[in-house]
Nanobody
Framework: QVQLVESGGGLVQAGDSLRLSCAAS????????MGWFRQAPGKEREFVAR????????YYADSVKGRFTISRDNAKNTVYLQMNSLKPEDTAVYYC????????????????WGQGTQVTVSS
């Protein structure tokens, strides 16, 4: 089975940047896609971005398009989320997830999840 560990969260001011990392470990790690999701207090977990593992094709939620960039280092089994121009509404716990079957953007499509890392953006 796969274990995912997020890191890089913290407290920043609006307009600042932050880079999240997600390190994967396990017997085998060759997902179809890796995704980032987030969940704010009282809200449902929402899709942020995903990247296919092999081709590197990316897809973003409209709310972060143009501000966030997802990338991966296949050799290191690591996925990153570069977050620029952060807004208070970006405040949430961010989770990385692995999809072994497809390149979907729905939570139900993902098979493994990290523990989450808190991102707080002050105004």
């Amino acid at each position: 089975q796969v274990q995912l560990v997020e890191s890089g969260g913290g407290l920043v001011q609006a307009g600042d940047s932050l880079r999240l990392s997600c390190a994967a470990s396990g017997r085998t790690f060759s997902p179809y896609a890796m995704g980032w999701f987030r969940q704010a207090p009282g809200k449902e977990r929402e899709f942020v971005a995903r990247i296919t593992w092999s081709g590197g094709t990316t897809y973003y939620a409209d709310s972060v398009k143009g501000r966030f960039t997802i990338s991966r280092d296949n050799a290191k089994n690591t996925v990153y989320l570069q977050m620029n121009s952060l807004k208070p509404e970006d405040t949430a716990v961010y989770y990385c997830a692995a999809n072994e079957a497809n390149w979907g953007m729905h939570s139900r499509d993902y098979d493994y999840w990290g523990q989450g890392t808190q991102v707080t953006v002050s105004s």
